[in-house]
């Protein structure tokens, strides 16, 4: 494996998750994690080429669904696509996601803003439409693997905790940007402050204490665990040792209870994007996590990965 653009981070005791933001964060609570390797950066649009070029692998999006696998879908609907944000003309209803998410036949990675975009000028961007399958080839292929949740955050902190963003308490400091994300009125009035109005070139930001980029913000990362609410290990009588590297639940618990005839698992997002605002979704912290659907893909998400350090 290469372990060029990675970043060895030692193993150490954390504490992971928040209490002060939303529910599915809590409860605070310590771990610890073993030594592993990130990478510095996002998968780009170009090292993802590579991989393609070399494998030939389809994403998802490139796929047509199956029917079966979809009930009440519309055989006529059943063309390869992708979900693409598309900012509204004014305010709407924010529990209506649909108000500005389409699924948007014929968009993937090599068309990230719909069938007439393609990646000129986009290589150094994270690449973007891509379900949680596409991320677990592309790591199996150049050696490494997706992070567990634990890992993710613990490296996302820089060596730093008790605060609410991964650089202290304020999101702006003097109005300085130090991410990705929606600057105004969401999902139609974003201001422009940090220039991008999409993904914007890994590197852009400062890096945190671990030399790591854009683990806030840009793109929301994929994680290897199920998605559950966090809860606390019980403790042998007597013992007093941290949980070392937890895993979330299992396939079946991840399920959303709201949707009992669709049994599509979930796995946790970490990192937030370019459209987590403060008038929305104020998920651009280590500690937020979000449920995504493993067959899903869509504009703002994409992955880094990490490999297991050698012991010592």
């Not at 991964?166 to 300085?176: E, Y």
């Not at 639940?249 to 599509?264: A, F, N, Q, V």
Request: with cysteine; hydrophobic share 35%.
């Amino acid at each position: 494996m290469n372990r060029d653009g990675m970043r060895l981070i030692e193993g150490g005791t954390f504490t992971m998750g928040s209490e002060r933001f939303y529910p599915e964060e809590a409860p605070v609570r310590q771990v610890r994690v073993d030594a592993f390797w990130i990478d510095e950066t996002p998968v780009t649009n170009a090292a993802f080429q590579r991989f393609v070029d070399d494998t030939g692998y389809r994403t998802i999006a490139e796929i047509p669904p199956d029917p079966k696998d979809y009930p009440g879908l519309d055989p006529a609907n059943a063309r390869a696509g992708s979900l693409l944000f598309q900012p509204t003309s004014g305010p709407v209803d924010l529990s209506d996601w649909s108000q500005w998410w389409m699924f948007s036949f014929g968009t993937d990675w090599r068309h990230p803003h719909g069938t007439d975009s393609n990646l000129d000028g986009l290589e150094d961007h994270p690449v973007v439409h891509i379900a949680h399958a596409d991320a677990a080839a592309y790591a199996k292929w150049a050696g490494k693997r997706l992070p567990t949740e634990a890992e993710w955050e613990f490296a996302a902190w820089g060596g730093l905790e008790g605060i609410d963003f991964a650089w202290g308490d304020t999101l702006a400091p003097q109005g300085r940007m130090l991410a990705n994300y929606w600057q105004g009125a969401f999902p139609h009035g974003n201001t422009l402050e940090d220039g991008f109005e999409r993904t914007s070139p890994v590197r852009s930001y400062p890096p945190n204490g671990f030399e790591l980029y854009d683990m806030i913000g840009n793109v929301w990362e994929w994680t290897n665990d199920w998605f559950t609410q966090p809860r606390i290990e019980r403790k042998t009588r007597g013992s007093c040792c941290v949980p070392s590297n937890p895993r979330g639940g299992t396939r079946g618990e991840s399920l959303d209870p709201s949707m009992p005839g669709l049994s599509i698992p979930r796995k946790v997002l970490k990192g937030g994007s370019h459209l987590c605002a403060a008038s929305y979704c104020q998920r651009y912290r280590p500690a937020a996590r979000h449920p995504q659907a493993i067959d899903s893909s869509t504009s703002h998400i994409g992955f880094r990965c990490v490999a297991r350090a050698a012991l010592k």
